[in-house]
């Protein structure tokens, strides 16, 4: 199943006002950041190499998400990827990807990222419309989010990411196919479209959190969904999961090694990891993050990591235990997470991996969801039909 490896960088430039993510807009401690951000990869590459057999060569993908790791000096971001490359001994097949904000993105940037390894770009574009941009907040206008991605290809880039925001007031279903139309004519293979979440704790929060559903009703949200849905698969931008269509060949292997259970490692302040069936998190704090990384204490993260009786809660100020998964935890969210795929559940995988026939384990949940129109069942595979795209969370929690 591999394994991978995800960098979180929390800084941003300034926080848009729907924003319920980790980042900060105060950059100053950005070269400690990353200073520590290296002594932890340092880390875990060592861990990787006693945790797994040697033989076993290194992760497959590497993901920079933030946050906007564009906003920071190329050379901090550089220098922590080469120093990921080197010590994890990363094939050159691996899928090596950041996330960039239009805004922030130059081609000398670029330039300097497709040199240091990265291999793919997924662009924070979110609309091509001018008032929707405003109203999200966004530092880019849509000239620029095109400025952007014509210097992403000038500088070498091939395999591009679009992220969209859809279900933004004022927003209509016929702008954002032309939006979508525009990115695709460019050369974009992948694209990522997130209806808006009201978070709250966000300034989106106070402003909308009692009139969202008269701006943009539930219908009309579901309507845009599967309209983008149609209109992708149309172009032959497929949908392989619930957010996400690509060519195919251009789907994310990072982005489906969560969806496939995998390993992963985790870099900087916020971010969450998977290792030894062990769930963890990196506390929010960037001060604590620096200092703690960078007097990583290896008895601490084997006892972490290692047998339930030897468990510890937290590393203070750096790590903290979440939850151990069982194989029957494991097999429990096995269709969790697989009913977010266009693909679905895989029955012959399923026996393979867990020892039991999928029926016999989860028959009457199966039956009820069928019966219901939310899923279907052809061959060894179970996936969400049409209608139960509109009430997955429903059907995926059904099965846990
Ligand atoms: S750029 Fe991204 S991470 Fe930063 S505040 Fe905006 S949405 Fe959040």
């Known amino acids: 199943?591999?394994?991978?490896?995800?960098?979180?960088?929390?800084?941003?430039?300034?926080?848009?006002?729907?924003?319920?993510?980790?980042?900060?807009?105060?950059?100053?401690?950005?070269?400690?950041?990353?200073?520590?951000?290296?002594?932890?990869?340092?880390?875990?590459?060592?861990?990787?190499?006693?945790?797994?057999?040697?033989?076993?060569?290194?992760?497959?993908?590497?993901?920079?998400?933030?946050?906007?790791?564009?906003?920071?000096?190329?050379?901090?971001?550089?220098?922590?990827?080469?120093?990921?490359?080197?010590?994890?001994?990363?094939?050159?097949?691996?899928?090596?990807?950041?996330?960039?904000?239009?805004?922030?993105?130059?081609?000398?940037?670029?330039?300097?990222?497709?040199?240091?390894?990265?291999?793919?770009?997924?662009?924070?574009?979110?609309?091509?419309?001018?008032?929707?941009?405003?109203?999200?907040?966004?530092?880019?206008?849509?000239?620029?989010?095109?400025?952007?991605?014509?210097?992403?290809?000038?500088?070498?880039?091939?395999?591009?990411?679009?992220?969209?925001?859809?279900?933004?007031?004022?927003?209509?279903?016929?702008?954002?196919?032309?939006?979508?139309?525009?990115?695709?004519?460019?050369?974009?293979?992948?694209?990522?479209?997130?209806?808006?979440?009201?978070?709250?704790?966000?300034?989106?929060?106070?402003?909308?959190?009692?009139?969202?559903?008269?701006?943009?009703?539930?219908?009309?949200?579901?309507?845009?969904?599967?309209?983008?849905?149609?209109?992708?698969?149309?172009?032959g931008i497929v949908p392989y999961e619930i957010s996400n269509a690509a060519l195919p060949g251009f789907e994310s292997s990072h982005n489906s090694s969560y969806w496939d259970g995998c390993d992963y490692y985790a870099i900087g302040a916020g971010a969450h990891g998977f290792l030894n069936s062990v769930r963890f998190g990196h506390y929010e704090d960037i001060d604590s993050y620096i200092s703690s990384a960078l007097n990583i204490n290896r008895d601490q993260v084997d006892s972490l990591l290692g047998s339930e009786e030897k468990k510890m809660e937290q590393i203070e100020g750096f790590i903290y235990f979440e939850e151990r998964l069982t194989k029957n935890d494991r097999m429990r969210e096995y269709p969790f997470l697989k009913l977010r795929t266009t693909k679905g559940i895989d029955k012959a995988e399923f026996k393979e991996r867990f020892g039991k026939d999928f029926e016999d384990v989860y028959g009457e949940e199966l039956r009820s969801n069928v019966e219901k129109g939310y899923l279907k069942s052809e061959g060894q595979m179970v996936s969400l039909t049409k209608t139960g795209l509109d009430f997955a969370n429903l059907v995926m929690e059904d099965f846990l």
Not at 12 to 29: A, E, H, I, N, Q
Not at 116 to 145: P, V, Y
Not at 187 to 212: A, C, K, N, Q, W
């Open 1 to 235: 199943m591999g394994r991978h490896i995800y960098v979180h960088n929390p800084f941003c430039v300034r926080k848009c006002p729907y924003c319920g993510f980790f980042s900060v807009t105060d950059r100053s401690l950005a070269d400690k950041y990353y200073e520590a951000a290296i002594a932890e990869a340092r880390f875990w590459a060592d861990f990787d190499k006693g945790y797994k057999s040697s033989e076993i060569s290194g992760p497959d993908t590497v993901y920079f998400g933030g946050g906007t790791p564009s906003c920071v000096p190329e050379d901090l971001i550089c220098g922590l990827l080469e120093e990921i490359t080197g010590s994890f001994g990363i094939g050159k097949d691996a899928e090596i990807t950041l996330e960039v904000n239009p805004a922030s993105f130059t081609l000398e940037k670029g330039r300097a990222y497709i040199n240091s390894g990265f291999n793919r770009l997924s662009m924070g574009i979110q609309s091509l419309d001018d008032e929707i941009l405003k109203t999200l907040g966004r530092l880019h206008d849509s000239k620029g989010a095109l400025k952007a991605l014509d210097n992403a290809f000038e500088a070498g880039f091939t395999n591009i990411s679009a992220d969209f925001i859809t279900g933004v007031p004022g927003q209509s279903v016929e702008v954002v196919l032309k939006d979508l139309q525009t990115v695709i004519d460019k050369g974009v293979r992948h694209i990522s479209t997130y209806s808006l979440m009201i978070e709250e704790d966000t300034p989106f929060y106070d402003r909308y959190s009692e009139t969202i559903e008269d701006l943009v009703s539930p219908e009309a949200e579901r309507e845009m969904y599967h309209e983008v849905r149609r209109f992708l698969n149309e172009k």
